[in-house]
């Protein structure tokens, strides 16, 4: 189970969304096993940056992830409907907040696509509840109710991380790192995570993504990183530290690579300062957004025949 360093130092939404689209179908079998098989998750069409905007002030409200897909309404017969499918994924220690934030985006996306019924999912980093399951929210006028609406959660916390470290689904494979383990295997998950990735019929980007979920959310203090240690060393953990090591070096030979070409960047700026004056914030933003070494070395070439920094850039 990740601990809360870890849960508070993470920008979960772009790991997590990055996941949940490369993952689509196996996050669906994890969380509506019910519903999964009916959904066809090769046809997903993700819609980009739905918004709410709150009056009278325009708070702007960004959705997670918005989906449509189709889904089948008949087993016997191919008969299929479209539907929209509202993914949230919440690290606050409460779903008092989430539950009225689903509510709204229901409510707007039910406004925005009418014809289509809407599927609200909740991934829950923080909160257990029962593991798996339907959270009602329900809307009463005295003893009345008049309204009634259910999302599916993933509880993380709660799922037992030995049972879907070992099941057949990748993507809950790697998010066992953020369920309930005994303290004293938090080592053997990890390199039981990894081994089971490493193992995996996925491609290399794809084991990337599961493998990053494992390391970043299962940090293990000295004497669990010196148990992993010796976990990795044994024969049946071989493909996990090939492919651990295989990350690690292209991580440093990445880093190595975008502070030679930060270096030269901050170099080219001072020297085309002395020239040409300050850049203006164009200029500056392109120069050290540049990452490869190479182009810069180019442009170093060019100084000392540009005129200015749009010629200097070649810009119009």
Not at 33 to 39: D, K, N, T
Not at 268 to 276: E, H, I, N, P, Q
Request: hydrophobic fraction near 40%.
């Amino acid at each position: 189970m990740a601990d809360e360093t870890s849960l508070g130092n993470q920008d979960h939404d772009q790991r997590f969304k990055e996941a949940v689209r490369t993952f689509f179908a196996e996050f669906l079998e994890l969380a509506v096993p019910s519903l999964a098989p009916q959904i066809d998750a090769t046809r997903v069409r993700w819609v980009e940056q739905e918004t709410l905007v709150d009056p009278p002030d325009g708070a702007r409200h960004v959705m997670d992830l918005v989906a449509e897909v189709p889904m089948r309404t008949d087993d016997d017969v191919e008969s299929w409907v479209q539907i929209v499918v509202l993914i949230e994924i919440d690290s606050r220690g409460s779903v008092t907040m989430l539950r009225t934030q689903i509510e709204r985006y229901y409510h707007a996306l039910r406004s925005r696509y009418p014809e289509y019924d809407v599927l609200p999912i909740a991934m829950l980093l923080r909160v257990g509840l029962n593991g798996l399951g339907w959270y009602p929210i329900e809307r009463y006028l005295g003893e009345r109710c008049i309204f009634k609406l259910q999302f599916a959660y993933v509880g993380l916390p709660a799922l037992d991380a030995v049972e879907y470290v070992t099941g057949s689904n990748s993507f809950a494979v790697a998010l066992s790192a953020l369920m309930k383990v005994k303290a004293e295997r938090r080592a053997w998950l990890k390199a039981q995570a990894l081994k089971r990735v490493a193992e995996a019929d996925e491609t290399e980007q794809r084991q990337f993504i599961l493998g990053e979920i494992v390391d970043a959310y299962l940090k293990l203090d000295e004497q669990e990183n010196a148990e992993f240690e010796e976990l990795l060393g044994k024969r049946q953990y071989e493909r996990a530290k090939t492919m651990t090591t295989t990350w690690h070096q292209k991580g440093r030979a990445e880093g190595k690579a975008e502070g030679k070409a930060e270096g030269k960047a901050e170099m080219l700026l001072r020297l085309g300062t002395r020239r040409f004056g300050d850049p203006p914030r164009e200029v500056r933003d392109a120069l050290t957004a540049m990452s490869d070494p190479v182009e810069l070395e180019i442009l170093a070439d060019r100084l000392l025949d540009a005129k200015d920094w749009q010629e200097l850039l070649q810009q119009p």
